[in-house]
Structure formats: C-alpha cells, structure tokens
C-alpha cells in the first residue's frame, strides 16, 4: 500500500502545474471514448471484400429473375460475412418475396427494420406484404414505439455515453479544482435528460427482442409442447408473436389477438435475436 | 218463456251491450296505434310446428339404367333447421348417395303455413339390379322420426335413355373466371314431357365459395338440347361471384312447380313442388394479378365503356359547385363495383361520388351505371376539371384496363370581389373522407426495388444491451471515475496534513543524495563526500524543523539528535563534516583521507535519522 501511495504521490508531485491537469483531461476523456468509438468502427471492418461481391451477385442474380439464387446468396451473405446488414436483409425479404415465402420476407424485412429504422422501402415493403397477405401489424407499447425511432443498438450506446458523459461533467470540475463553470452543468443536464430519455426505449428494446415472425403457412399453435398436442389453430406465414418462454423445440407464443400456444422452434424467427437457422 | 224470462233476457242484453261498448271503447283505439308492420305480423299465418312428423322417402326416378343417376329424396313436414340426419346412412352395397341440395317450402293450409323440408342425394349404381334404402331414423325437433324404406330399380344400358324426371343442368359461359368476378349462370330445370314443369322457385347456389345475386334471377321458358333430343325448359340466369380462388365446387337446386295432373308421384293432387338439383360443378377460379394493379381500380371486372362525362355547366364561378355525371356501360360487374374515388387536391374540393339510383338502365350483369361528382372550383386559374383514376380488370384480357374519367374543359371565373375561396365547411366529414380515402390510394402500398448498398452493419441481431462486454465495458468510465475520486480525496488529505508532503519530499531527497554519497565513497572524493553528506543530513533533518532542507546549519541538523548524540562520536562527525565543508568553501583544500574516515559513524548518524522519516 505504502508503495502503491508513493507511486500516486510521485506522479501527482511531479505534475502540478495546470497544463499538465489539462493533459490528464484529455486523457480522461480519450480513454473512454476512444474504444466506443473503434468498437463503432469496427462494425464496418467485419463487411468487406468478398461480401461486397457476393451482395453485388444477387442484386443481378434478382435483377435477371432469378430469386432462388438471389435470396440464397444474400443467404450466404449473412451466415459468412457474420455481420448482418440492413440492405442485404432488405433485397432478401425481396427475394423471398418474390419466391413465394411469405414468413421469411417478412422475417428478412422485420430484421432490417430492427437494424436501420428509418430505411422507409423497408418500411413499405412490410406496409405491402401485410396488405397483399392480410396480416396484422404486431401490436407495439408506447415505450416499443420509442424504441423504433432509433436502431436497436443505437441506444444503449447513447445511454452509456450520456450516463457517463453526465457524470463526467459533475465530477471532472470538482476533482480537476477547475470552476464548476454553467455551460458544463448545462451539458450534464442535458446528458442526462437524454438518458432518461434512453431508459424506456431501452425496455422497448428489451420487449421486442421477444418479438418473431411464423415462418410457416398453416404452423400448427399447439396447447402443449408435444408433439401429439391438441391443435388450438393454425397460423399464417408472416404473422408475428411474442415467445414468453421456451422448452426444449417449443416456443410458447402469443399472438397480438391474446391466443397463445406452443409452436416448434423450426418454424419461428426472432427478429431480434440469432436462429438456429442463421 | 214467460213475462219475467223475457225481463231479465232485455237486461242480460242491455247489459250485454253496455259492456261490448266499453270493450270497443277500449280495445279498437288501442288497435287503432299499432304500427303497420305489428299489424302485417299479426295477420300473418302461424307455422305449423305440432303437426307429428311425416316423413317420406323415394327415389326419383325409381328406375334408371346402370350408371345414371337418381335423386333419393327424403320430405318431411318439419323445421330445416330442426331436421338432423344420422351421422352415417345406411346405404346398401353397389349404390353410392352423394349429398345434394337441402331445402325448405313452407305451403299454406287454412290459417297455418306448414314447413315441407327436403334433403337431396344423388344415388348412382353402376350396376343392374334391385336397391333398398331401408328404414333409418333421424331427428326432428329433438325426436327420433323414422325414414321409411325406399327401392331403386336399376336396369342394363339401353341406348340413350330420355328424361324420367325433371332435371337440373347448369351452363356456365366459355373463359376463365376471377375472383370476384360476377358469372351469369344459366340454370336449366328440363321438363321431362314437355309440359309437365308449370315453373320453378327458390333457386338458390349451394356452395361456401360462392355467393349469388338474388336480386338477378331472371326466368323464362326456352327449348334446349338434352342428350341429342329437344326439349322444353324453364331457364333461369343468375350472378354467380367466386370469393375464394382455386378449384371450387357448388350445385343448382330449385323447387320444380309441377303439374301433378301429368306427371310423377301424386302425395298433394293441388301442389307438387319437389327439390331438384344439378350435379355438382367444379370452377376453378383465378385470382386477380398482384402486380399491375391501378389506383382507379375499385372492383369493376368485366368489360366497360365510358361515356363522355357531362358537366353541369362550362363556365362556373371559384367557390361554385358544378357537378360531373359519368356514365359507364358494359358487361360485368356493373352494380357491384365501387364508385372511382378522386384524387385530392389543393385546387378542388370535392366531394364523395353518388350513384344515380333513378338510373333505369341499371340491370344485373349488362346495361349501364351513372354517379355524379360535385366538385367546387378553388381558383379561377383552373381550365378543366380534374381527372378521375378508374381501372377495370377485363377476364378476356386477363389485364387491367385504365378508363381513367378524362378532364373536362371548363371556365372559372373569378369569385365575387376576387377573393380566393376557402373550402366549404358544410361538410368537413365528407371532405376529410374524400381527403383520407384518397390519401389511403395514393399511400396503396407497393413493393420497393432493391438497396443499392449493404446498408448498415452490426454485429449481431441481439440487442447490445444484452451482450456481456456491453456490461464489462462499463467498467471502464466506472473504474476512471472512481480513481480519479480516490486520487482527488487523497490529493485534498495531503493539502491538510503538509508535514506528510514534507516527509514524502524529505525521503525521495536523501535517497538521492545518498546515493551519490556512496558513489563519491567509492571514489574516494572527499568533497564530493562532504557535499553529498551534508545534503543527506539536511534533507533527513528538514521534516523535523519544518524548514528548507538547505537552510539548515549545522545547529539545526545537532538539534534533530539526542544530547548524547550531540556530544558524542555522531555530533562530533556532523561537525567536522560542516568544518571540512567550510574550509573548503574558503581554501579549497582538504584532508581526504581524514574526511572520507568520517563515513562510518556517519552511515550510523544517518540511518538513525532515516527512522525518524519512516
């Protein structure tokens, strides 16, 4: 300890003036926004080269008329490149569209939406699908509704920055012996405000991860998860659930008119989680 | 009857009649307020539902060739909705009952209306032979009635054979067929002697796809060709719509009006109107195309004309209405479809679109079909009227055809004043329901193109908040924050207690100078060895005497030791130490050697005063 205090001591004695406190401000704050900020880079990085490629392929492959191969190579865009992006998403709800999968165009087009919410084709599209196959749009809360106006993980990034960026800017005057100066108070309120503003979408979020797509037609809703169940009814393609819990291949779902029941893993997609299929 | 019997016979019927007035008095106004449709109701005829049920069974015809087809008919006097037949029928081998048309009649008897219920099978046996429907039972009113047993003679193929009983055939027109689409169907009830059938009601369309137009049937009396021979037959048309793609089945049934005086059974000489009905007729119905669907189509399927549309007036004032009659005409759907909605506008208002009920050449399938539309100028700079999107879908074509409503030239004139005018208030509800349909057309819904770029990344679809390095990572500002608190309490615990600082200062300063004691030591530098130690002694001294570490003399280093220190080897060295470093200061020269004999008793000195430091 008494080793650990001389350490502390010899570098703040070393150190006094003010310029050298700016320094270690600037330090401060670059270690950590920095990685927030290579970690957003980074996203990028993992989409590159042969996946360019590949997306280029399958809009020509659509283009041609070819939709199997189109939607099978926006497939294979997402299970190699490992970072699903919102325009390959878009082009293989397209794609599956096209091909006559009502579920999983949908699915392809809920995901983009989750990932790039304002993108109003995507918006458009989900419009079109649901009219032309007479489905309902799911039922969102207002603090889900909130969570749709930025990406999904836009927000938990914003209500990190603005916690601690908030916090940041009370506790760095005081311990720097710098004057608690307005505009600085002014910053943390705000930081703050936006992080409360971040607290309910954040839980709509967190509800509508629980949110899938019924990948089959005809998907038999079961009242027990058996197989030799009894059949409550049977869903369409495209219709979307909330999973409230799971057990073994079954999901328990429930539908945005109250019915609820156990519908095989296989035949649902979570919007905003990974499926065994992906 | 003698005098008194007559006296009180007069005042029983005086008073007979005194209380017949008073009941009129009471009982004829109170009649007298009844609406007309309780009194309709009240002089309609009871139903008969206590009469015991009969019922009968029969083959109709009851002989026919092998591979023909009878009608096995069961007629009871009971409720349709009453009547349940048993799950299974027992049907005798080699014969095959398909389900037919089920109906109901109700005939009048006296005061009542007797509900006569039939329920058709199509009985085929493919081979000759004797058939005996026996006796079963089923259900009516909640009680086991009895069906008695019926035979059927089938006989060996004999050429053509004519017709044995009345028929039913249905003709459907040549092309493909839509949903939604309305389908003039021809049904046909074949008279088997030419002048047995007196007519036929009750028409009606069995099947879940379909619906048909009630208001549509037309009757008429026609010669037709059955199985190469002509015959008489009642023909009736009716609309017929698909509401469900795919293949799709449904059969004709009618009630047969029928002379008993010349033909069949004879259970009523007065009425014989027994249920007759078609084989069942499979369509497979198209549905319309997704893509290329117009904005002005609103259900029209058929094929239409557009009349040139008439405007009310050519030259109108902003602010006045002028109204535009269309008239479509064709083949189709023409009384079904819905009325084209116009396109909102800054420049108009308009409202929603009438259709003209007076229109006497409005008819069921073909003829024509006029609306009107009010519009109201909102500028003088308008030229013509707007135009009206209106798209039908032609089953010949199998396209969609555009028969948008042309622009109409019309001149505006300025309004009284040469003030704009501003949208009537009269009718906000209409206006915002043209505004919002029209909004709701414009917005129809349309597949997008492809994105041109892969769009935005991430890593994962799950949510970040959900990912364990999301958490981990909050460690990091949490962790700066609170160092930088621990650093700044213990920066301010410092500022309270100086002597620390000095103690901390006074430490890393004799190790310094101690150091390059030792060095001067090795190299036997005598002032080097006097500089060094006198740095030394001053440095570990100065915390005890709150003083600068080089403004202490060699009193004030004497004054940190004990007084026998002071007065012993220790002090003695200390002293000669400052000595020698005094001479040297003034003469520069110096005993090395007797100097450098001092380290010792120094080195004792001063790792005794560096345990006041610690």
Redesign the interface.
Known sequence: MNTF??F???I??RRMDLEHRQCRLGA?LA??FL?VFFLCGH??C??AGT??TL?QEG?QA??NGDYQAAAQTFRTILSHAN?????????LG?AE?KCGRTGPAILAWE??N???PF?A??I??L???R??AHLEAPNLTWYEICSTWL???T???L??LSF?GG??MI??P??LRKRRADWLQGVAAAAFAVFFICIPA?AG??TR?SLGVVLSDQTALRLTPTQDAQLLTHLAAGEMARVEMTRGKYLYIRMGNDSAGWVERVQFG?????NPG? | MDATGKYFMSKAIKLLGVWACLFLGLVVPAQSNLDTLSTLMLQQPSIDVETPVVVEAQFDPPSIPAGASATFRITLNAMNESVQLPSTLPIPPGLDLIPGGRGQLFLPDGKKLIPRTTINFRAIAKNPGNYTMPAFSLTAYGKSVVVPQARLTVTAVNGAAGLASPTVIVELPRGEFYTGQAIPVKVLLLDPTNNSVQGMTQLQIQGDAFIMDPTSVRQRRDITTYNGHSCIAMVAEVLVTPIRHGKNQFLAQVNAIINPALFGPNPNPSLYMPLVDSAPVTLDVLPLPKSGEPTGFTGAIGHFQLEPPKLSSTEVRAGDPVTLTVTVKGEGNISKFGLPRPVSTSAWQIFPPTADAQSPNVLPFSGTRSFTYTLIPLSDRLRATPAIPFAFFDPGKKDFVDMTIPPMPLKVNPAPGGVQPQTVDLAPSLMESVSESNNDEARQPVMTGLAETPGWKAWSYAPVQQRSWFIALQILPAGLLAGLWFWNRHRQYLALHPELVRKYQAQRAFKTHLRALKKSVARQDGNGFVQSAIACLQAVCAPSLAANPNALVCEDVLSALSVEDRMGAYGTAIRKLFAAADSGYFSHQSDTVAILSLWPELEKTLSMLQQKLL
């Open positions: 205090l001389h502390i001591n010899t703040m004695f401060f270690s950590v990685p996203e990028n993992l989409w996946s360019e997306f809009n659509y283009v970072a699903p992006a919102s325009g390959v998403l878009h082009n397209n569209w995901r983009a989750w990932l790039e993108n084709n995507t458009v599209n419009r079109f699908a009219k032309t990406p999904s993980r927000w938990a990034w209500a990190m601690w916090l940041a506790m760095l005081g311990n954040l979020i967190q991860s979570f919007v905003g989680r990974k992906d």
